[in-house]
C-alpha cells in the first residue's frame, strides 16, 4: 500500500525544482547574454580549447561555432600575437593579474586579418582551480585603421611644419607661446621647449607691439576671421627680422578666441632687395634726369612710352606729360628720310645685334630739323622673348653741322693745297732748270763762287720741291687715304724695299723679317709706313758699318705690333716726343738732309689705323720703332717672309 512522502522530503523536493528552475533561469539568461551580445565573446579551456563561441565573434572570423570548437586558440591567432596572448594567459593562470587587456589579431577564414581588442579573466572553481578563460572581443579594424590615418596625418602635419620655410605659432588668447615649428626656433633663436609659456611680444621689436596688440583686439569682433600683419622679431642673437603674418583665430564653443594660430614668412630678403630696388631707381632716375642726353624706355610690341626723362623738351620740344600722352611723338617727329632708320632701331626682328646706333635727323615740336645719336638696346624677358626698347638719344646737332663745315673745309683745304703745290713747285721748276742752263752755257766764264751760287739755288729749289711733295703726301693721309682691307703686311713691306733698292744697294743694307700677318689696312699707306722707317734706319746708320735692319712682329691684345729695329746712331730718350712732330729735326740739313715730315707722317698714317707708334732707343745703342695696328676680326693670317 502506497504510502506518503513525508513533509522533511517534499519540502526538499520542492527546494529541488526551486533550484532548478532558477539554474534554468539563469541559464537562459546567460545563453541569451552570451549568444545576443554585440561584441565577441569565448570560453576557452585552459588548454587552448574553444568550449564556446557565440555568433557575433564566428561572424568576427567567418566560421562555424561547430569548426571553432574544434580548433584551439593558437590556430586563430596572427603568429605575430601568439606570443603576448600566451604570455597574457600564463600571468592569469600564475595569478598575477585578474584582468589581461590587450590588441591581437585574429586570422580569418578567407585568410584575412581582424584587429582586435580583448579583456580576458580567468574562472577558477570553489577550491581555485582554473576553469576556463572568458574573453571579450571587439572588433577595431576600422577604428584602428582611422587611428592610424590620424597618427600618420599628425605625423606628415609635423614633418611638414617643421621642414616648412615659413614660421608657424599656437598662442593663447594672451599671446603666449604654445607651439612653434623649427622655422620659428631659427627666427627666434631659441628651442620650443623654451618658448612654450612665453610671452610672443617679447619676442617683437619694441616698435611693432602697440601695433600687434591692436590686432589681437579686434578678435573681440566675432566677424573678424583672419588678420595680416608685417611686423619684425628679435631673435636671441640680437638679428631683426621681418616677418609677413597671416592669422587665424580659434574659437571655443563660447565663441571666445582660445587660441591664435600664425603663418609667417621671413621677407627680410626680400625687405631689404626691395629697399635695394627702390635705391636703384631712385638712383636711376636722379641720373637719368640730370642726364645731358635724352633717356627712354618703350614696351614691345606696341611702342608705348614707359619712361621719357626731362631733356626730351630741350631736344624735341615736348615735355614728359606731352610724351606721356601721345606716344607717337616720339615716332612721327623722325625726320621721313630717316624713318627706315628707326624702324630698324625699334623692330627687334630686323636686327641682329642687341644693342644698334644710328644717326638721324628728328623735327622738333617749332618745325626744327635737328640730328641726333641714338643708342638702343632690346630687352628681353626670362624666357628670351622682346619686351622692351630702351635707347639713349644725344644731340649731335653742332657737332654734325661742325663735322659738316671740317669736311667743306678739308675738301677746300685739299684742293688749295693741290693747287699751292702745282703753283709751287712749277716755279721751282723753273728756277731749277734755268739756273742750270746758264751754268751748262755760261760755266767757263763764272768764277768758283758763281758755280757754287748756281750749286745752292739748284739744291734749294729741289729741297723746296720734295718738302711741297711730303706736305702734300702728309695732308692726304686722311682725306685721301682708301677704305681699309685685308692686306697683306708682308707684301706691303716687300713692296717698300723694292722702292728702297737703290738706296739698300749703295749703303749695303742688310734686311731681315720675320712673316707678317694679314691686317685691315690701307695697303699704300702700309707700304709708305714701312719705306719710311727703314729709310730711316739707312740714314741714320753708322758710319763705318753698313745698317743692319731687322722687321718683327708679334700679338698683343686684340692687335699686331710691328718692330723696325735697327743697330745706328740711336735717338737720345729726351727726344722721343719731338721726333714725332712735323718739321722737328735733330741733325743739321748738312749731316743727315730730310724734310723733318717722315716720321709725323708714319704717326698720322697710324693712328688713321687706330694703333699707336713709339720708339725705344738709346744714343749709340740702335733705335727700335713700333707700331700697333688692330688684328682682323676673322683672325690673323700670316704671310710668307721674303
Not at 546567460?30 to 554585440?38: C, I, K, M, T
Not at 570548437?69 to 603576448?84: E, K, N, Q, S, Y
Not at 632701331?345 to 628728328?362: C, E, K, M, N, Y
Request: with cysteine.
Amino acid at each position: 500500500m502506497d504510502t506518503e512522502p513525508s513533509p522533511d522530503l517534499a519540502r526538499e523536493n520542492q527546494d529541488l525544482r526551486r533550484q532548478l528552475a532558477a539554474l534554468q533561469e539563469a541559464e537562459d539568461r546567460f545563453r541569451l547574454f552570451f549568444d545576443n551580445a554585440p561584441i565577441g565573446k569565448t570560453i576557452t579551456a585552459p588548454d587552448g580549447t574553444l568550449l564556446r563561441v557565440n555568433p557575433a565573434f564566428c561572424a568576427m572570423v567567418g566560421y562555424t561555432a561547430d569548426e571553432l570548437m574544434a580548433a584551439r586558440f593558437a590556430t586563430l591567432t596572427h603568429p605575430g600575437d601568439v606570443a603576448i596572448s600566451q604570455d597574457r594567459a600564463a600571468q592569469l593562470l600564475a595569478g598575477t593579474i585578474d584582468t589581461a587587456t590587450f590588441e591581437k589579431r585574429y586570422l580569418t577564414r578567407t585568410g584575412g586579418v581582424v584587429w582586435t581588442q580583448v579583456s580576458v579573466r580567468l574562472q577558477r572553481d570553489a577550491a581555485g582551480a582554473p576553469r576556463y578563460f572568458i574573453t571579450h572581443v571587439i572588433d577595431v579594424t576600422e577604428a584602428r585603421t582611422q587611428r592610424l590615418a590620424l597618427r600618420e596625418a599628425e605625423e606628415a602635419y609635423r614633418t611638414f611644419l617643421d621642414n616648412t620655410e615659413d614660421v608657424v605659432t599656437i598662442v593663447d588668447a594672451a599671446g603666449a607661446y604654445r607651439y612653434v615649428n623649427q622655422a620659428a626656433e631659427r627666427a627666434l633663436g631659441r628651442p620650443m621647449a623654451d618658448l612654450v609659456g612665453r610671452s610672443m611680444f617679447a619676442s617683437l621689436h619694441p616698435d611693432d607691439v602697440a601695433r600687434t596688440r591692436a590686432a589681437f583686439a579686434r578678435w573681440d569682433d566675432e566677424r573678424v576671421r583672419t588678420a595680416v600683419l608685417d611686423n619684425r622679431v628679435v631673435g636671441a642673437d640680437g638679428v631683426v627680422r621681418d616677418l609677413s603674418w597671416t592669422l587665424l583665430p580659434r574659437r571655443g564653443a563660447d565663441g571666445a578666441v582660445d587660441s591664435i594660430w600664425s603663418i609667417g614668412r621671413d621677407v627680410t630678403a626680400r625687405n631689404l632687395a626691395d629697399a635695394a630696388l627702390r635705391a636703384s631707381e631712385a638712383r636711376f632716375r636722379r641720373i637719368a634726369e640730370h642726364a645731358p642726353d635724352m633717356i627712354y624706355r618703350v614696351s614691345l610690341p606696341d611702342h608705348r612710352v614707359e619712361y621719357v626723362s626731362p631733356v626730351v623738351e630741350r631736344i624735341l620740344g615736348y615735355t614728359p606729360a606731352e610724351i606721356y600722352a601721345t606716344p607717337t611723338l616720339l615716332s612721327t617727329c623722325v625726320h621721313p628720310d630717316a624713318r627706315a632708320v628707326r624702324r630698324a632701331l625699334w623692330d627687334p626682328s630686323s636686327v641682329t645685334a642687341r644693342r644698334t646706333g644710328h644717326d638721324l635727323q628728328i623735327i622738333a615740336k617749332d618745325g626744327t630739323v635737328k640730328w641726333i645719336d641714338e643708342r638702343t638696346v632690346v630687352v628681353h624677358d626670362d624666357a628670351g622673348a622682346p619686351v622692351a626698347i630702351e635707347g639713349i638719344v644725344a644731340d649731335i646737332t653742332v657737332r654734325k653741322r661742325a663735322m659738316q663745315e671740317l669736311e667743306r673745309s678739308n675738301r677746300e683745304l685739299e684742293q688749295f693745297a693741290y693747287v699751292a703745290s702745282h703753283d709751287l713747285q712749277e716755279p721751282l721748276r723753273m728756277v731749277s732748270s734755268y739756273t742750270q742752263l746758264l751754268a751748262r752755257r755760261y760755266g767757263d766764264a763764272l768764277d768758283q763762287d758763281a758755280h757754287d751760287f748756281i750749286g745752292f739755288a739748284v739744291d734749294g729749289a729741289t729741297r723746296m720741291q720734295r718738302l711741297i711733295q711730303d706736305l702734300l703726301a702728309y695732308s692726304r693721309v686722311t682725306t685721301r687715304g682708301r677704305p681699309l682691307g685685308d692686306v697683306d703686311a708682308g707684301a706691303a713691306l716687300r713692296g717698300a724695299l723694292a722702292n728702297l733698292q737703290a738706296a739698300i744697294d749703295a749703303s749695303a743694307a742688310v734686311v731681315t723679317q720675320e712673316p707678317l700677318p694679314h691686317l685691315p689696312a690701307d695697303a699704300g699707306q702700309l707700304t709708305q709706313l714701312f719705306q719710311n722707317l727703314v729709310a730711316n734706319a739707312i740714314k741714320f746708320r753708322r758710319p763705318d758699318e753698313p745698317p743692319r735692319i731687322h722687321v718683327g712682329c708679334r700679338r698683343v691684345a686684340g692687335a699686331w705690333e710691328v718692330a723696325v729695329r735697327d743697330e745706328g746712331i740711336g735717338i737720345d730718350p729726351r727726344f722721343f716726343d719731338r721726333i714725332f712732330t712735323i718739321f722737328r729735326r735733330l741733325h743739321t740739313q748738312d749731316a743727315y738732309p730730310g724734310t723733318g715730315i717722315g716720321l709725323a707722317l708714319c704717326k698720322r698714317i697710324v693712328e688713321r689705323h687706330g694703333g699707336r707708334i713709339w720708339v725705344e732707343s738709346a744714343l749709340d745703342r740702335g733705335a727700335t720703332f713700333k707700331f700697333t695696328l688692330p688684328a682682323t676680326a676673322g683672325g690673323p693670317r700670316e704671310s710668307e717672309p721674303r
